[in-house]
């Protein structure tokens, strides 16, 4: 803990709604309703709500983007794969945000990070494109300082970290992998930060897990969606996004205000 008197930054939590849309569609209908989701989790203390449209429209779905984007008090953060259907989406609905993400059809959730320093000529037109159109652009890549220089290079103003790799080394119990990518994830903010760009991280965060990502002020936002959810189920969405929320401030206020290493 440090001693410093500056206050640390707020930390931004977006929520992720997607798997409202999963029970929902798993039966048909509009019960549960996403849109009531996301306001629901802006009244407990989310700053902002993420959505990612699939092209397999697997739980998210058009009407529901429609919805969020005309209904929604706050900034939405839509996920999309590079895609020519999704870019004319996003320029067509202009969320606060685009996090461009690795997307295969078979998959059940994102696996990894997107590979932007292999992507470069494919993804550059599609960051111009949503920039030109007055979207903020996230790219959602691996603790990995080439990534982070590609994606700088194409004009993103915002990284996502995956702590996917982290977070399951906390659910085994592993302790040195745990120190591993917790310093991979710690270099990486404070890497992307000195560039210029804006550090969001997530990715299997739960409350075990996020206590270490929230200290490190280099991160300014985290999205967290599947495990809130799944909570929700046990106690409620608003009691188990409030208590994110409060786990979150405690261990940012820990921080002491400090920047990573």
């Known amino acids: 803990m440090s001693l410093s008197n500056e206050k640390p930054p707020h930390l ?21 309703d996403p849109l009531k989701a996301a306001i629901m989790a802006i009244e407990a203390g989310a700053d902002g709500i993420t959505a990612h449209l699939r092209e397999d429209r697997r739980h998210i779905s058009d009407e529901d983007i429609d919805k969020l984007r005309s209904q929604l008090p706050s900034p939405l ?4 794969a590079a895609t020519v259907e999704m870019l004319d989406i996003a320029v067509r609905h202009k969320p ?39 979207i903020r652009v996230s790219m959602f890549i691996d603790p990995d300082f080439s990534q982070a220089d590609a994606s700088h290079s194409m ?17 085994a119990g592993d302790r040195p992998k745990i120190s591993t990518e917790l310093e991979r994830i710690t270099k ?11 550090v969001h991280a997530g990715h299997g965060l739960t409350y075990g ?17 599947h495990f809130l959810v799944g909570e929700a189920i046990f106690g409620g969405l608003d009691s188990s996004i409030r208590r994110m929320r409060a786990l979150m401030d405690k261990a940012r206020a820990e ?3 400090q920047k990573s290493a």
């Open 77 to 80: 953060n839509l996920e999309m």
């Open 209 to 225: 897990s996020v206590g270490p990502i929230a200290e490190l002020t280099d991160i300014v936002e985290l999205n967290i969606g």
């Open 188 to 198: 990486m903010a404070a890497y992307a930060s000195g560039l210029g760009l804006e």
């Open 12 to 32: 931004r939590l977006g929520v992720n709604i997607d798997h409202v849309a999963t029970i929902r569609n798993a039966r048909g209908g509009g019960h549960p």
């Open 255 to 257: 921080s002491g205000g």
């Open 155 to 171: 004009g993103a103003d915002v990284v996502e970290i995956h702590t996917g790799t982290y977070c399951e080394a906390v659910i």
């Open 96 to 134: 606060h945000a685009c996090c461009l993400v690795p997307e295969k059809r078979q998959e059940l959730t994102t696996e990894g990070g997107l590979d932007v320093v292999a992507g470069h000529n494919h993804l550059t037109p599609y960051v111009k494109q949503l920039v030109d159109a007055g």
